[in-house]
């Protein structure tokens, strides 16, 4: 078993690095950067806020790795995100109790994923194009929710969820990481993991042996559209109303991004959530280094686009055998020297 | 016909891809005036020839020579150009453009830097004219039958190219009727002096339209003879690399045949693409299923497991009625499906050979009921052991192992399943001898322990030695069944390359 972890390790390498290394720029730009303090029950400082920050995309990315792990990618999640809060704004508005807020909200995000796994995988529509449908008319749902206007909300008990904390971490947090633990569990404990990895790797052979991939691609779906509505309804806890023109706008490109940075490949197969939290907690950091450096924000995306390259170059760089190349050519070197 | 000087000669060819020799010393001849058909197994060589007579591929070493003098086919512009013009099975046109647009495309005539469509609607008509088609040319092309885009294909292959024309199964998608038309223009062409060359898998088209036939097999030439100099039963042994000489059926084993036939298919078909058919496997036999590429062996195999499902028929099991629409159906019945294809349809490459030998188990497990990581270690270690499968150790990704081994890894993730009825098709194709033997000596050892196998091969001399009963498929239907004494190659061969009725060679 240590065996097994020090080869996750390594494969981890290239992510972990880029996490310190962000870690330690943001430190020298503003030394504060570590400092955490507890304050009226509830933990802050910089790193706290990075992961507050960072949960709607950790909780995004956990349902994109499943399905880009399926050779599929999901682009509806930032509409389905403002369709979601929207509905929790507008019900909370209409005097409904939390619950059942929270559940129609919820139920509305696996709608949507549903419709886009029945477009994919009983229609065999190109995943891109199928959730692109949603993409574009989750927005028009969204405004038709809120009639075209930022509907917001003063009920204190949906606002816990954006903005509350329990034993002194802050709710976004907290539900991220249930999130990732049942996630992980789940896939891990059964064989959903091995499953979908197959049918990301081969559909055509999976189905030949004897996997329902139609029904497994639904699910994977599905769940991708619940996390997305979970995320909105951080989201707009948060911001105390809904804005259903911005509400996780981009979004679905930060979470593939998270995903990719993981180290889950775009063509399906081996995936890792953990990788992919960690992705999503790498562009975080990096987004709220920038904001407390005193950059303009401009540079925000430049930066951004520098680091992942360098990331996705190390990776493909260590897949291919980079490192023990090196340290081949290393000690031959060493070798002829004596 | 046959006198006619030489139009495009091809003169000891080779051409190898990484590790494997696609073309060995191949020589091909076609005259103007005749239609020649390459005929071949998959793998033969005959569409490696066809990429190295188009310039898709540069050979290795050989000549290439039309009317005589060498050229070097640089890429297919340059085919064309020396009067090469190719159609391809998948008719390579653009649906959504007009008729005349599919001809002229490219080489649209042009009036003050624009297209001048009614010159080139006019051109269009005069094209297709000579073939007695006469089609609304600004029409989508969509709208017409694959016939006619086949047709529409042909006429500009012709107008472009206008000396050898070569043809990659034209008649794989058309009915009987469509067959005929296409036919006739090809006459005409031949009358025109074109030399063609016809690829296909129907024996009947070769004799009824072919006048000189050659034979690839592994890359060789098997023969090359005037179709009306030789039988049709000396051509299929051209095809399948024996003669009715040296057929014996001393490997043969014999096995009592089974008191009762547990798996029975009535009727059983699926339009277009097999004829309804009845089939009968106990447990403790093998039955052979032998013919030759596209006569129906591998729609055989999917309609049984479900892949694509029977519309028509009843099965049986153990006497009581079921269904069969799903492989996860089939599967629940105790069968099992090594596939043709073994990359596409068979393995997960980049899964290790333990998760792929445990997959089949655990899709019919549920998503649930997780085989932990040691019996899965367990499982893969039995077999990697029982079959000798050869990998360093069982987490390697399985598409690294040699053919042989992934078709090991595949029998190995049926065979974890304790199937009742397992199916095999072409499970020898592509690996090396060792792994053959060995392939079928598993074979003959798990129907000896009770399994019912059917059991897919082009390999005539492998169906003989392990099959308890043959059944033969021509032309997407099953023609006939031998058993016992009867199982010796030249029969199948006779029963392979039998005509129809009603049509004379």
């Known amino acids: 078993m240590s065996?097994?972890?020090?080869?996750?390790?390594?494969?981890?390498?290239?992510?972990?690095?880029?996490?310190?290394?962000?870690?330690?720029?943001n430190y020298l730009a503003f030394p504060g950067f570590f400092d955490i303090r507890l304050q009226d029950g509830r933990l802050f400082g910089s790193l706290i806020d990075v992961l507050n920050r960072g949960a709607p995309v950790i909780i995004l990315a956990i349902g994109m790795t499943a399905v880009i792990a399926s050779r599929g990618v999901d682009l509806s999640v930032g509409a389905v995100m403002a369709v979601s809060g929207a509905l929790a704004a507008t019900m909370t508005v209409a005097g409904y109790p939390l619950p059942i807020v929270i559940l129609a909200t919820l139920g509305a995000g696996l709608l949507c994923g549903l419709w886009n796994g029945i477009l994919v995988a009983y229609f065999d529509l190109q995943p891109i194009v199928a959730t692109l449908i949603l993409m574009v008319a989750g927005r028009g749902i969204a405004q038709l929710i809120t009639e075209g206007s930022i509907v917001t909300f003063n009920e204190p008990?949906?606002?816990?969820?954006?903005?509350?904390?329990?034993?002194?971490?802050?709710?976004?947090?907290?539900?991220?990481?249930?999130?990732?633990?049942?996630?992980?569990?789940?896939?891990?404990?059964?064989?959903?993991?091995?499953?979908?990895?197959?049918?990301?790797?081969?559909?055509?052979?999976?189905?030949?042996?004897?996997l329902n991939s139609k029904l497994l691609l639904l699910v994977i779906y599905a769940f991708c559209g619940f996390c997305a509505a979970l995320a909105g309804i951080i989201i707009a806890a948060d911001i105390r109303g809904a804005d259903a023109n911005n509400?996780?706008?981009?979004?679905?490109?930060?979470?593939?991004l998270a995903v990719v940075v993981g180290g889950t490949s775009l063509f399906g197969g081996r995936f890792s959530i953990l990788m992919s939290a960690l992705g999503a907690i790498i562009i975080q950091a990096m987004n709220t280094g920038i904001l407390l450096s005193g950059f303009p924000p401009e540079y925000n995306l430049i930066l951004k686009a520098l680091v992942i390259i360098v990331i996705l170059l190390s990776q493909s760089f260590s897949s291919a055998g980079g490192w023990t190349f090196i340290k081949a050519e290393f000690l031959s070197k060493g070798r002829k020297r004596h | 016909m046959t006198d006619n000087p030489s139009l495009l000669a091809v003169e000891n060819i080779n051409k190898s891809f990484i590790g494997f020799k696609a073309l060995d010393s191949v020589d091909f001849t076609v005259r103007g005036g005749e239609i020649h058909a390459l005929l071949g197994e998959n793998g033969a060589g005959k569409s490696t020839l066809i990429k190295v007579l188009t310039g898709v591929h540069q050979p290795d070493s050989g000549l290439i020579k039309i009317d005589g003098q060498a050229v070097n086919v640089r890429d297919t512009q340059h085919a064309q150009n020396l009067g090469i013009g190719t159609v391809y099975q998948e008719v390579n046109l653009l649906p959504n453009m007009s008729v005349a647009d599919n001809l002229f495309i490219g080489r649209q005539p042009m009036r003050f830097g624009f297209v001048n469509r009614k010159l080139m609607e006019q051109n269009a008509r005069k094209l297709l004219a000579q073939y007695d088609l006469h089609l609304d040319v600004a029409s989508d092309l969509s709208r017409y039958s694959v016939a006619v885009q086949q047709l529409v294909a042909i006429a500009r292959a012709v107008d472009m190219s206008g000396r050898v024309l070569i043809l990659d199964e034209p008649t794989a998608s058309l009915d009987r009727h469509e067959t005929e038309i296409l036919f006739a223009i090809l006459r005409q062409l031949r009358a025109r002096g074109f030399g063609i060359v016809f690829i296909t898998h129907f024996l009947d088209q070769v004799y009824e339209i072919c006048d000189r036939v050659t034979v690839l097999r592994n890359g060789k030439l098997a023969?090359?003879?005037?179709?009306?100099?030789?039988?049709?039963?000396?051509?299929?042994?051209?095809?399948?690399?024996?003669?009715?000489?040296?057929?014996?059926?001393?490997?043969?084993?014999?096995?009592?045949?089974p008191e009762i036939r547990q798996f029975s298919f009535k009727g059983v078909g699926r339009s277009r693409s097999i004829a309804p058919f009845d089939l009968d496997i106990g447990e403790g036999e093998v039955v052979g299923i032998a013919g030759l590429l596209g006569s129906g062996r591998t729609e055989t195999a999917k309609v049984l497991f479900g892949i694509d499902a029977a519309d028509t028929g009843q099965i049986h099991i153990d006497g009581n009625p079921?269904?069969?629409?799903?492989?996860?159906?089939?599967?629940?019945?105790?069968?099992?499906?090594?596939?043709?294809?073994?990359?596409?349809?068979?393995?997960?490459?980049?899964?290790?050979?333990?998760?792929?030998?445990c997959l089949a188990l655990q899709a019919h497990m549920g998503w649930f009921d997780r085989l932990s990581t040691k019996q899965q270690v367990i499982l893969a270690d039995k077999?990697?052991?029982?079959?000798?499968?050869?990998?360093?150790?069982?987490?390697?990704?399985?598409?690294?192992?040699?053919?042989?081994?992934?078709?090991?890894?595949?029998?190995?993730?049926?065979?974890?399943?304790?199937?009742?009825?397992l199916i095999l098709d072409e499970p020898t194709r592509g690996i090396d001898v060792g792994a053959h033997a060995e392939?079928?000596?598993?074979?003959?050892?798990?129907?000896?322990?009770?399994?019912?196998?059917?059991?897919?091969?082009?390999?005539?001399?492998?169906?003989?030695a392990y099959s308890s009963r043959v059944v033969v498929l021509r032309d997407r239907s099953h023609c006939g069944e031998?058993?016992?004494e009867d199982i010796i190659p030249s029969n199948i061969m006779r029963m392979i390359a039998a005509e129809p009725e009603g049509v004379s060679a």
């Open chain 1, 247 to 256: 509400a996780g706008l981009w979004l679905e490109l930060d979470a593939i």
């Open chain 2, 439 to 464: 392939i079928i000596a598993l074979i003959n050892q798990l129907c000896d322990d009770g399994m019912a196998l059917l059991v897919i091969s082009s390999e005539i001399d492998e169906i003989v």
């Open chain 2, 223 to 257: 023969g090359s003879a005037l179709t009306a100099e030789l039988p049709k039963i000396e051509l299929v042994s051209l095809m399948l690399g024996r003669t009715l000489a040296v057929a014996t059926h001393d490997t043969h084993r014999d096995r009592p045949a």
């Open chain 2, 482 to 484: 031998l058993s016992g």
């Open chain 2, 322 to 357: 079921v269904l069969i629409r799903t492989p996860q159906e089939a599967i629940s019945y105790g069968f099992g499906l090594c596939p043709e294809d073994r990359k596409s349809d068979g393995i997960i490459g980049d899964l290790s050979v333990r998760e792929n030998i």
């Open chain 1, 3 to 25: 065996l097994l972890n020090v080869k996750v390790l390594t494969k981890a390498m290239p992510q972990l690095l880029s996490l310190l290394l962000i870690l330690f720029l």
């Open chain 1, 157 to 210: 008990s949906l606002i816990f969820f954006g903005t509350g904390s329990f034993a002194g971490i802050p709710m976004p947090i907290l539900i991220a990481a249930l999130l990732l633990i049942i996630a992980i569990t789940v896939v891990r404990r059964t064989a959903l993991g091995l499953l979908i990895e197959s049918i990301g790797i081969n559909r055509s052979a999976s189905s030949y042996a004897g």
């Open chain 2, 383 to 421: 077999f990697v052991k029982a079959f000798d499968i050869r990998t360093t150790d069982i987490e390697k990704p399985v598409k690294f192992l040699s053919g042989g081994n992934q078709q090991k890894v595949i029998l190995a993730r049926w065979l974890a399943t304790n199937p009742r009825l």
